[in-house]
């Protein structure tokens, strides 16, 4: 079963910086593209950033780039998210994501549960 | 970047109703779209990929369509589980981009 797990999330005031991890189980990481992709309370889905298999490539919005860094250990099974400079429209639930394996293309085909980041003074 | 518009943004509709929804691309995506459903506090779940392809296990009462810049989602026959909220995101090239999303309610 595939299963995703994020955490690092917390309270952190503007400006101030935090890193997030998700550990990847029930399949074989190192294969698989990744992403984030977060959603402020209320509000509708953003995607975040995404890293492929071997971490040749890599995209983010426009909206953390400068400010934000993913990267993946796949001897950890693990993805991560450097986010620096918060600002308090960071604030959001952060998921973690796998691309389907069943059709070509980024679809999100499994997610985690989230981790919370709150930016606020 | 390519800009992603769903309608309605909410819609009230009865257990048994047939619902679409339809998502707009600011230019055209051929088919690299996809469908999920959120239920409040939890995560994303993919519905459709490729525009119209139903991942395994989904209910054959949803159904996908379109090409280009647009597209729709149906559900034919709505059952209780089905009241939720419903995004489309493009995955033709970075940045990727969701709709806004279409809250979908008991009537």
């Known amino acids: 079963e595939v299963q995703l797990e994020e955490s690092g999330g917390g309270l952190v005031k503007p400006g101030g910086s935090l890193r997030l991890s998700c550990v990847a189980s029930?399949?074989?990481?190192?294969?698989?593209?990744m992403n984030w992709v977060r959603q402020s309370p209320g509000k509708g889905l953003e995607w975040v950033s995404s890293?492929?298999?071997?971490?040749?490539?890599?995209y983010y919005a426009d909206s953390v780039k400068g400010r934000f860094t993913i990267s993946r250990d796949n001897a950890k099974n693990s993805l991560y998210l450097e986010m620096n400079s918060l600002r308090v429209e960071d604030t959001a639930v952060y998921y973690c994501?796998?691309?389907?394996?069943?059709?070509?293309?980024?679809?999100?085909?499994?997610w985690g549960l989230g981790t919370l980041v709150t930016v606020s003074s | 970047d390519i800009q992603m518009t769903q309608s309605p943004s909410s819609v009230s509709a009865s257990v048994g109703d047939r619902v679409t929804i339809t998502c707009r691309a600011s230019?055209?995506?051929?088919?690299?779209l996809a469908w999920y459903q959120q239920k409040p506090g939890k995560a994303p779940k993919l519905l459709i990929y490729?525009?119209?392809d139903l991942r395994s296990g989904v209910p054959s009462r949803f159904s996908g369509s379109g090409s280009g810049t647009d597209f729709t989602l149906t559900i034919s026959s709505l059952q209780p589980e089905d009241f939720a909220t419903y995004y489309c995101?493009?995955?033709?090239?970075?940045?990727?981009?969701f709709g806004q999303g279409t809250r979908l309610e008991i009537e």
């Open positions: 029930g399949f074989t990481f190192r294969t698989y593209d």
């Open positions: 995101q493009q995955v033709n090239s970075f940045p990727f981009t």
């Open positions: 890293i492929t298999s071997g971490s040749s490539y890599i």
């Open positions: 490729g525009a119209s």
């Open positions: 994501a796998r691309v389907w394996e069943e059709a070509s293309g980024w679809y999100l085909g499994y």
């Open positions: 230019r055209s995506i051929t088919s690299w």
